[in-house]
């Protein structure tokens, strides 16, 4: 059985396939249509493998472990790439598929399969293949995950794929080799599709992060995607305010021949790569990737494929993040403009649901993080984006309004007229984290509280209702500025994106007349947008702009 599809799917931290009502991963697993083919010759086999993820072992220490310091992720590689080795035939398609730290998971399988090559299980035999897995990853480890500086990382660029010495690494590791499809045993890969990629240590301080990655590097020493991917699809959340699931973007300097599309979606890390009970919003990024992956010959079950596509919903519930245990992440909204440049990514883009529900208002959605000058991309002209004439209007809107909207430089986001602001809510963040420390139930164990309590003892009968007091004040005076804060911040928001609601429900109400005598076409079809904090809303179209990559 030659030239079939081979998927491999790797999850999240903590995400098993019964947890709520399953990742995107776990959904794009089960919809890949495995059986097809029995029953109709002319579809290519297809066959796929799922891996839960790191922090999902039984043991709770393990799985705290896994969580915290990546305890596993190289286990997770090597049994994907064992389970390659089994059933890879040269003439193979590779499709990978991950969330989160799944999503690490599959970019350094990636570049594990570059670097090694397949192993030949012909040639190997069954017996040596786990030591040699073993080799594999030891020397593919010391090469990729190097101690270097963040520039350095981002200005990394890969080895040329068919050098000499990398055709003679792929021999010594017995890769497989064939004339027509792999001669030099460096493997194409058709798709790698991941959402929200977070790095493989998990602390909730990045110093502390830092710190291990510098004693134990698991942090790519590069980020470029190889030339040996021929299509590289990224869906990164707009809201999650957790600087520890800031996201590893693709650097984009230097791409040789991928097809890179890394496209934000609104809605926190779990609203975009699935997990929720409600899980409407992450389905929109799932859809939008379905079809990409389609579009590059990977095959789904049909009614599986038509449930994404009818039940997406961008007005589903946009979960908080940082509810309960998850406020001590430190807190930082992404700055998706610094981001896309510290990446070398000229224009981000934006998938066309977020402005879908701005125009609607659900929940007052009104992100404060959008680039003025971005792309919008969207699912298979599910939502079109208006003609000529429309836009006509849009810009006598936005001139309408151009003296009370906020000033901005271009390129930037709204979050540049709030700076200060956000710096005060990091300040609230470590206030809080200052004060409940002694407040978890072991102060009264440390030295300097016997004696505070002590000495109140001396004038008041109830010291520890004075204690309590005090801090319930602090605590008081830590929620009212961390009130002060969003407040201002959503203040801000409103205000800008209030302006154009009326202005883009327009927008998309005539444009989804217009659609409905339109053929459905398939693809992914790209607007060049340019989301202007001043004066205005404007938005600009060019017929046949390609794809970036």
Known sequence: MSGKNIVLCSDGTGNTAIKARGTNVFKLYEAVDIQGHKFDSTLTP?????????GTSRLAPMKLIGGAFGYGFGKNVRDLYTELAHVYEPGDHLYLFGFSRGAYTVRALSGLIQYCGILDIKKVGYESLKRCVEDCWTAFRREAFKRVSESQRREGQPTADYSREDRERRERFCAVMDDTHVPDGSVTIDFVGVWDTVGAVGMPFEELRDLFNWVYPMRFSELTPSSRITRACHALSIDDDRRTFHPELWNEKGIRSTQV????????????????????????????????AERCGLRFIEADRNYVRTHHDVHDELYDARAGLGAYYRWQPRDIVRLCRDHHISRPKIHISVFERIANGTGCYAPLNLPAQCLVVRTNDDCPWPGKTTLSDIEREGTQTERSTLASPDNQSLLENIRGTVQSGKMSYYTFVAATIPALGWWYALPPFPQIVHAIAQWCPYPNLVIGGLYACVGGLIWWWAKRVDDRMESVAQDHWQRHREALRGV???????????????????DPLTVRTTPSLVVKRSVGESKTG
Do not use: C, T
């Open 46 to 54: 297809q066959v796929a493998f799922y891996d839960d993820g790191v």
């Open 261 to 292: 599309d890394q496209v934000w979606f609104a809605g926190v890390h779990s609203n975009v790569g699935g997990g929720y009970v409600k899980h409407g919003m992450s389905l929109v990024a799932l859809d939008w990737m379905m079809a990409e």
């Open 508 to 526: 998309f109400m005539n444009s989804w007349l217009a659609g409905l005598s339109r053929a459905h076409d398939v693809g992914v079809r790209r």
